[in-house]
Nanobody, 124 residues
Framework: QVQLVESGGGLVQAGGSLRLSCEVS????????MGWFRQAPGKEREFVAA????????SYAYSVEGRFTMSRDNAKNTVYLQMQSLKSEDTAVYYCGADAWGAGSRSRYDYEVWGQGTQVTASS
């Protein structure tokens, strides 16, 4: 059974950077497309970034394009989200998800497994 554990969240000033990690255990991450989503208080979980199984194709939400970079290291069973130029509106709990059948969907309903989330707070 696949399990995901996110880490790397924290409190940072607006304009700062953080790198989130999502470690996969139980199975190799190689066959899975992976995604990052976020959820702010009172809002629905929204798409941030996704990557296909090989790391050759990524997609991003318009709101983070050019500031966030998603990558994966299949040898380490880990995916990453490098976040730069953070804004107060990026504040949320960030979740990674695993999709066994797709190529990196923007829909949260396509992800079968989720981590517990990590809090990111960017203060202005």
């Amino acid at each position: 059974q696949v399990q995901l554990v996110e880490s790397g969240g924290g409190l940072v000033q607006a304009g700062g950077s953080l790198r989130l990690s999502c470690e996969v255990s139980g199975r190799s991450v190689s066959p899975y497309a992976m995604g990052w989503f976020r959820q702010a208080p009172g809002k629905e979980r929204e798409f941030v970034a996704a990557i296909n199984w090989s790391g050759g194709s990524m997609s991003y939400a318009y709101s983070v394009e050019g500031r966030f970079t998603m990558s994966r290291d299949n040898a380490k069973n880990t995916v990453y989200l490098q976040m730069q130029s953070l804004k107060s509106e990026d504040t949320a709990v960030y979740y990674c998800g695993a999709d066994a059948w797709g190529a990196g969907s923007r829909s949260r309903y396509d992800y079968e497994v989720w981590g517990q989330g990590t809090q990111v707070t960017a203060s202005s």
